[in-house]
């Protein structure tokens, strides 16, 4: 009996060990990027926003978000003040000097061999679509070198727009920025057919640095959230920042006087929103 209690507890212990082992190779990087987006979003300015993003790649999927807002969960995880009110209530602040940095990208998207993930907050609500990967590629007999490192063309129809990519079969991982992935080799360089929208790979951290490091994206930004399709997520949004917008507004004034004051404020921030439609200039043009 006790040689029994004890193989049970050997066996128990190496079960362990080995869950761990699997978690834990699950969550080391096997590769991470940077890339810059060069993105016009407006069609009445030719002024182009410029973000830098990541890449993060598993054994298993590859994450993908914007450096500025995950710099933002790092600032505001280490910044938060809590203060207690009389009434029973709280209020959120920040320390002193804290700036959390800007960005129109919170989203976060899971690439997989299965599909994509997206992923974003609408309000205080953490939402996801999935969606499956792109198949459609069509890949050409053309070569390029893109700093210093050896490319080869593929172009595809996504969302509405015709796009443009330079892959590298060096790179053996299926991903790239956003939602493109599935092609033979890492995605460098991508580009829409008007050059809107240019995602290029800017920077890679060394294998020898990515030992043992692991993925540094909060599971909050992706786990837990409620499953939804891309066009009910968008009104979503739509719909949590017109009530910010609102909410906003209304403070420091008194009731009354605030009620004619937000419905005119919000009545020219609608004027606004619509006049902001007309030249809007997404980069899925398509849901």
Same mark, same amino acid.
């Given at each position: 009996?006790?040689? +029994?209690?004890?193989? @049970?507890?050997? $066996?128990?212990?190496?079960?362990?060990?080995?869950? &761990?082992?699997? $978690?834990?190779?699950?969550?080391?990087?096997?590769?991470?990027?940077?890339?810059?987006?060069?993105?016009?979003?407006?069609?009445?300015?030719?002024?182009?926003?410029?973000?830098?993003?990541?890449?993060? %790649?598993?054994?298993?999927?590859?994450? @993908?978000?914007?450096?500025?807002?995950?710099?933002?969960? !790092?600032?505001?995880?280490? !910044?938060?003040?809590?203060?207690?009110?009389?009434?029973?209530?709280?209020?959120?602040?920040?320390?002193?000097?804290?700036?959390?940095?800007?960005?129109?990208?919170?989203?976060?998207?899971?690439?997989?061999?299965?599909?994509?993930?997206?992923?974003?907050?609408?309000?205080? !609500?953490?939402?996801?679509?999935?969606?499956?990967?792109?198949?459609?590629?069509? +890949?050409?007999?053309?070569?390029?070198?893109?700093?210093?490192?050896?490319?080869?063309?593929?172009?595809?129809?996504?969302?509405?727009?015709?796009?443009?990519?330079?892959?590298?079969?060096?790179?053996?991982?299926?991903?790239?920025?956003?939602?493109?992935?599935? $092609?033979?080799?890492?995605?460098?360089?991508?580009?829409? *057919?008007?050059?809107?929208?240019?995602? #290029?790979?800017?920077?890679?951290?060394?294998?020898?640095?990515?030992?043992?490091?692991?993925?540094?994206?909060?599971? !909050?930004?992706?786990?837990?959230? %409620? *499953?939804?399709?891309?066009?009910? +997520?968008?009104?979503?949004?739509?719909?949590?920042?017109?009530?910010?917008?609102?909410?906003?507004?209304? &403070? /420091?004034?008194?009731? %009354?006087? /605030?009620? #004619?004051?937000?419905?005119?404020?919000?009545?020219?921030? #609608?004027?606004?929103?619509?006049?902001?439609?007309?030249?809007?200039?997404? $980069?899925?043009? *398509?849901?």
């Amino acid at each position: 009996m006790y040689y +029994l209690k004890k193989l @049970f507890c050997l $066996l128990v212990l190496f079960c362990t060990v080995l869950f &761990y082992a699997k $978690l834990y190779k699950k969550d080391t990087l096997r590769g991470e990027f940077t890339y810059l987006l060069k993105a016009k979003f407006d069609t009445r300015s030719e002024y182009k926003n410029e973000e830098l993003f990541t890449l993060q %790649i598993t054994d298993s999927r590859a994450f @993908f978000a914007s450096n500025k807002s995950l710099k933002g969960d !790092s600032v505001m995880a280490n !910044s938060g003040l809590i203060t207690n009110n009389s009434d029973g209530s709280i209020t959120l602040t920040w320390k002193e000097g804290v700036v959390i940095p800007k960005t129109h990208f919170n989203f976060t998207i899971i690439q997989s061999s299965q599909n994509i993930e997206y992923f974003d907050l609408a309000g205080l !609500s953490l939402l996801t679509y999935k969606e499956p990967i792109i198949k459609n590629w069509k +890949l050409l007999d053309e070569t390029r070198v893109i700093n210093t490192i050896n490319c080869k063309k593929a172009e595809v129809r996504f969302k509405g727009r015709n796009w443009i990519a330079w892959y590298s079969p060096e790179i053996p991982f299926p991903y790239g920025p956003m939602k493109f992935s599935g $092609l033979p080799g890492l995605i460098i360089k991508i580009t829409d *057919e008007k050059g809107d929208f240019d995602f #290029e790979l800017v920077k890679s951290v060394p294998d020898s640095k990515l030992k043992g490091k692991l993925v540094n994206i909060k599971k !909050s930004r992706y786990t837990g959230a %409620i *499953e939804t399709t891309q066009a009910k +997520l968008k009104k979503a949004k739509e719909n949590a920042n017109a009530n910010a917008a609102a909410i906003l507004a209304s &403070y /420091g004034t008194t009731i %009354i006087e /605030g009620q #004619e004051m937000l419905k005119q404020r919000e009545k020219e921030r #609608e004027k606004i929103r619509e006049e902001s439609k007309k030249y809007a200039n997404p $980069l899925e043009l *398509e849901n």
